[in-house]
Antibody, heavy 121, light 110 residues
């Protein structure tokens, strides 16, 4: 059964770069049927899509975050990663990675458990 | 930027029917998806492509679409259905680009 696991620092200083990795287990990140995405949720607030990536490296970003976001994929490690630069307290959130089934469901069907990232000095 | 609008809260008694709406200008052209999120847990997909139910989701969950509004209906609501519900769609062709989430609706089972 496919699983996703986020990893990375839980505390990031303001103005620095937030870096997270999502490890995919139980399946291949290189499948042509899926995209891979990052979604975040500030405490007590709703979900916000950050961006998505295909195994080939094609990326799609939320326009409101595009200038600060980089999503990359490492097929050899079955991982994809998120970098968010120049962070502020507003970037404090639970960060989820998720699989987007682009064939049948056309939706985020498998999610990681999420990782809390706090931006504070 | 494109927005999806949901009511902040809906309350219903056990056994009754809950209806949660989501409005957006692109919904006549784009599919909508619904996620259930319980406290401290990751979201779970409950409806895809407006009205399709993923494997394992109870039949009491259904979805419909009419014009610029989509609706998640939970028939015979149970206490375990108390959660936040989010609609999701896209601003252009392809769900993998321009993904948008609604603000979420808290379903309270009285």
């Amino acid at each position: 059964q496919l699983q996703l696991q986020e990893s990375g620092p839980g505390l990031v200083k303001p103005s620095e770069t937030l870096s997270l990795t999502c490890t995919v287990s139980g399946g291949s990140i290189s499948s042509s049927s899926y995209y891979w995405g990052w979604i975040r949720q500030p405490p007590g607030k709703g979900l916000e899509w950050i961006g998505s990536i295909y195994y080939s490296g094609s990326t799609y970003y939320n326009p409101s975050l595009k200038s600060r976001v980089t999503i990359s994929v490492d097929t050899s490690k079955n991982q994809f990663s998120l970098k968010l630069s120049s962070v502020t307290a507003a970037d404090t959130a639970v960060y989820y990675c998720a699989r987007l089934d682009s064939t049948t469901l056309d939706a985020f069907d498998i999610w990681g458990q999420g990782t809390m990232v706090t931006v504070s000095s | 930027s494109y927005e999806l609008t949901q009511p902040p809260s809906v309350s219903v008694s056990p056994g009754q029917t809950a209806r949660i709406t989501c409005s957006g200008d692109a919904l006549p052209k784009q599919y909508a998806y619904w996620y259930q999120q319980k406290p401290g847990q990751a979201p779970v997909l409950v409806i895809y492509k407006d009205s399709e139910r993923p494997s394992g989701i109870p039949e009491r969950f259904s979805g419909s679409s009419s014009g610029t509004t989509v609706t998640l209906t939970i028939s015979g609501v149970q206490a375990e259905d108390e959660a936040d519900y989010y609609c999701q769609s896209a601003d252009s062709s392809g769900t993998y680009r321009d993904v948008v989430f609604g603000g979420g609706t808290k379903l309270t089972v009285l």
